[in-house]
């Protein structure tokens, strides 16, 4: 089954100009079953914007980039409902395949990744089981179903499909010596925190990953056999991360 992969930022400005935005996302929410979003702000110094994520468990998340905390947190939250609108693959009750499982283990072990962890979030009958797929500190992928296997089959199939519609992730190098200073000086002229780069290697037998993070909730990962080549195709996935998303540096949500 072709799947839709959870992207952490929204490339575009939905439900902008709505003062509403938050209560709408809470009631989206609510009715299909989903935990209550909740929010964090990362401000660093007065001379940074404020970073609001709204995370709805372990895995989804969505972030807003503004002067005030209150568009911000807007922002974010309109990226979040447009998030779930669009993820027909996180609602699925079933994937169809119920080796898609099998599947991810074999793709990942071939590529010299780490085994990939679920971590299972229901906090009570009345909502859906979320599970989240994670290999290493970045790359997630979540499904959300009644059944738990079922919500494990649907991550798993994210995660699948967000590996193979990666090639930037195995890149051997960006071909581009200047992408981390070229990082540094974009995050800098827009206000944000300073990149921060970690290396996750579990043994000699599988590649170095790195990911490279800015704030709670952006991050952006590369692959690579060598821990300085990971760190340069981090930074120019998040260098392409923040170029294509307008929505993260809104002035306001109106």
Same mark, same amino acid.
């Given at each position: 089954?072709?799947?839709?992969?959870?992207?952490?930022?929204?490339? /575009?400005?939905?439900?902008?100009?709505?003062?509403?935005?938050?209560?709408?996302?809470?009631?989206?929410?609510?009715?299909?079953?989903?935990?209550?979003?909740?929010?964090?702000?990362?401000?660093?110094?007065?001379?940074?914007?404020?970073?609001?994520?709204?995370?709805?468990?372990? %895995?989804?998340?969505?972030?807003?980039?503004?002067?005030?905390?209150?568009?911000?947190?807007?922002?974010?939250?309109?990226?979040?409902?447009?998030?779930?609108?669009?993820?027909?693959?996180?609602?699925?009750?079933?994937?169809?395949?119920?080796?898609?499982?099998?599947?991810?283990?074999?793709?990942?072990?071939?590529?010299?990744?780490?085994?990939?962890?679920?971590?299972?979030?229901?906090?009570?009958?009345?909502?859906?089981?979320?599970?989240?797929?994670?290999?290493?500190?970045?790359?997630?992928?979540?499904?959300?179903?009644?059944?738990?296997?079922?919500?494990? /089959?649907?991550?798993?199939?994210?995660?699948?499909?967000?590996?193979?519609?990666?090639?930037?992730?195995?890149?051997?190098?960006?071909? %581009?010596?200047?992408?981390?200073?070229?990082?540094?000086?974009?995050?800098?002229?827009?206000?944000?925190?300073?990149?921060?780069?970690?290396?996750?290697?579990?043994?000699?037998?599988?590649?170095?990953?790195?990911?490279?993070?800015?704030?709670?909730?952006?991050?952006?990962?590369?692959?690579?056999?060598?821990?300085? %080549?990971?760190?340069?195709?981090?930074?120019?996935?998040?260098?392409?991360?923040?170029? %294509?998303?307008?929505?993260?540096?809104?002035?306001?949500?109106?």
């Amino acid at each position: 089954m072709g799947c839709t992969v959870l992207r952490l930022i929204v490339n /575009r400005r939905p439900l902008q100009g709505d003062k509403q935005v938050i209560t709408k996302l809470n009631n989206h929410v609510q009715s299909n079953g989903l935990p209550k979003p909740e929010y964090v702000c990362v401000k660093d110094s007065p001379e940074i914007k404020c970073i609001v994520t709204c995370k709805i468990g372990e %895995d989804v998340s969505a972030s807003g980039c503004a002067s005030r905390k209150k568009d911000a947190k807007r922002i974010a939250a309109a990226a979040m409902l447009d998030k779930l609108k669009d993820s027909p693959l996180l609602f699925a009750s079933s994937t169809g395949d119920k080796q898609v499982i099998t599947k991810l283990n074999n793709h990942v072990l071939s590529n010299g990744l780490p085994k990939p962890e679920y971590v299972c979030v229901k906090d009570s009958p009345e909502i859906k089981c979320i599970v989240t797929c994670k290999i290493g500190e970045d790359l997630s992928a979540s499904g959300c179903a009644s059944r738990k296997k079922d919500a494990k /089959r649907i991550a798993a199939a994210a995660m699948l499909d967000k590996l193979k519609d990666s090639p930037l992730l195995f890149a051997s190098s960006t071909g %581009d010596k200047q992408v981390i200073t070229k990082l540094n000086n974009h995050v800098q002229s827009n206000g944000l925190p300073k990149p921060e780069y970690v290396c996750v290697k579990d043994s000699p037998e599988i590649k170095c990953i790195v990911t490279c993070k800015i704030g709670e909730d952006l991050s952006a990962s590369g692959c690579a056999s060598r821990k300085k %080549d990971a760190k340069r195709i981090a930074a120019a996935a998040m260098l392409d991360k923040l170029k %294509d998303s307008p929505l993260l540096f809104a002035s306001s949500t109106g």
